[in-house]
């Protein structure tokens, strides 16, 4: 006994020319991407310009948990550690990232979806920086307040993009009217 073919679609994306919309959501997503590199070296940046209140914290917390042995020193040569680790960290992320937005291109719905899940929530999370709840103190504050409100304003974009007409066509592989 054998079974019929399943349909066919129109073809591989490789095929198709990727619609505008596509192409300009892409475009939104690495401007996020690129807001967050900022946002990553400011966050360091806050990090080093409070050292100290840094190392009172890292005290506080070694006394806390009865840790002995444990020296200002090297609590002191940890805060270099903790700016690398946390740099190294979020440019992974940022970088892996970058491979899923590459791949709205090749029409891979499975990135739509993951982008549209993480837009949402990034976008979420701005809504108090809005209004003005849990923004930092100073420069470096300001700065983060600024690019969390531009990624969300270009995450939305985004993810309005990725969901029009012409979008849905590409990614769902649907023939061209």
Not at 31 to 49: I, K, Q, R, T, W
Not at 100 to 118: D, E, F, G, I, S
Not at 123 to 138: A, D, H, I, K, R
Request: with cysteine; charged share 15%; hydrophobic share 55%.
């Amino acid at each position: 006994m054998s079974f019929p073919a399943p349909p066919v679609g129109p073809g591989p994306a490789a095929n198709r020319p990727v619609p505008g919309d596509v192409t300009t959501a892409h475009q939104l997503w690495c401007g996020v991407l690129a807001l967050a590199v900022v946002s990553l070296a400011a966050s360091l940046a806050d990090l080093l310009s409070r050292r100290e209140e840094l190392l009172d914290l890292m005290t506080t917390m070694a006394a806390e948990q009865a840790i002995e042995g444990v020296t200002t020193e090297q609590l002191e040569s940890a805060v270099p550690l903790l700016v690398a680790l946390t740099a190294g960290i979020g440019l992974v992320i940022v970088g892996v990232l970058y491979l899923v937005v590459r791949q709205l291109l090749k029409a891979k719905n499975w990135a739509r979806m993951l982008l549209t899940l993480l837009g949402v929530f990034m976008s979420l999370s701005t809504l108090p920086t809005v209004f003005g709840v849990g923004v930092g103190e100073g420069g470096a504050g300001w700065i983060l307040g600024v690019v969390g409100i531009l990624q969300a304003v270009a995450t939305v974009g985004a993810i309005v993009l990725m969901h029009r007409r012409d979008a849905n066509r590409f990614f769902l592989r649907l023939p061209e009217e």
